[in-house]
């Protein structure tokens, strides 16, 4: 009977252990998505340098696969998210903002890192449109995501500034959820509905080349000056469970952005070929030499956004601080 208990005893105690070391253990695999365009240069080259990989090993977490997925916007992405289909997505401010309200308390997803900061066109190929106040019920403006994206958002400010706080979502209407190629191809054919764009590098210069179309909007006037564009971000729930991939994750992102500030020219190089770019090189590398355009893990302007999304309503909690928004990990960085 003695020996029979003790078994039953050893046998609890094993199980025990067993449960807590697999709840510690760490993911296998870490599924991270991006979207298009040059502003995903950092996490191209964690791609297809393999530097997660690398870094998470060197940091004692094995051999990690990474699974990379592209989306059209950020809304899809806080979708995929919150399933726990996806542990890092990226994007513009406005998404992260959304997300981070919607689950303070509860899941607490907060920004990792921003990853750049440059200007957002509404590029236009109506001769009659000179400023967003000349917008009818003919346009049609494309942009990642309707009402949510970055684009969709700094468009409600404008309207807000133009026509009075109570008309924000008075170009809504107007909005078409399209992922940037689609939205390019759209308004270079000239035949297609769509004849505004608010999108990003490269494919607001790749418009801006085609006589006829020119841009009646960009984010920095409305931000008063240079602000975050994308950014990554993940739950609070991924970051406790898994410390050294999220680490890990830093390290390549940092080292991403080190290499792409280091030699631009081979950065423009890599990204004709990753994303199978069409145009010359010289285009990408102009953009990555324009200095408005810097790649920096800093947040610039993003309580902008979060303040202009209370106001309106559209989130129900107000950020005292941009350090509200991200992990502690970048709280040393000289944010706003």
């Known amino acids: 009977m003695r020996t029979s208990k003790l078994m039953r005893v050893l046998t609890v105690v094993v199980l025990a252990f067993g449960s807590l070391g697999a709840a510690r253990a760490e993911v296998s695999e870490v599924r991270i998505a991006q979207q298009f365009g040059v502003g995903y240069l950092p996490l191209m080259y964690m791609e297809h340098n393999k530097l997660l990989e690398k870094h998470a090993k060197a940091a004692g977490a094995g051999d990690v696969s990474v699974s990379w997925a592209k989306f059209a916007g950020g809304n899809v992405m806080n979708e995929a998210l919150l399933s726990g289909s996806l542990h890092f997505a ?53 942009l990642p995501a309707v009402k949510v994206s970055i684009q969709a958002v700094t468009l409600q400010m404008a309207a807000a500034k133009e026509f009075g706080d109570d008309n924000y979502g008075k170009l809504d209407k107007l909005t078409v959820s399209m992922k940037h190629p689609d939205g390019a191809t759209a308004l270079l054919s000239g035949a297609s509905e769509i004849t505004g764009h608010f999108t990003a590098p490269p494919f607001q210069y790749q418009e801006l080349e085609r006589p006829g179309i020119r841009t009646v909007l960009n984010s920095f006037d409305v931000l008063g000056g240079p602000a975050t564009f994308n950014v990554v971000w993940t739950t609070a729930k991924f970051r406790h469970e898994n410390q050294k991939i999220y680490a890990a994750f830093l390290k390549a992102f940092e080292e991403a952005m080190d290499t792409i500030n280091k030699d631009k020219n081979a950065a423009a190089d890599n990204y004709v070929v990753w994303a199978k770019y069409k145009g010359p090189k010289e285009e990408i590398l102009k953009i990555l030499n324009d200095p408005l355009v810097k790649f920096t893990t800093t947040p610039n302007n993003t309580t902008k956004y979060s303040d202009f999304l209370h106001k309106i309503g559209s989130i129900k909690v107000k950020a005292g601080s941009w350090k509200e928004m991200f992990f502690p990990e970048v709280h040393n960085l000289p944010g706003s």
């Not at 406005?94 to 907060?110: C, E, I, Q, S, Y």
């Not at 990853?115 to 000179?130: A, E, F, G, I, W």
């Open 90 to 142: 990226s994007g513009g401010v406005g998404p992260l903002v959304t997300l981070w309200a919607k689950t303070k308390g509860n899941l607490d997803v907060r920004g990792v890192a921003a990853m750049n900061s440059m200007p957002l066109y509404l590029n236009t190929r109506n001769p009659d449109v000179k400023t967003i106040r000349d917008f009818t019920d003919k346009d049609k403006i494309a």
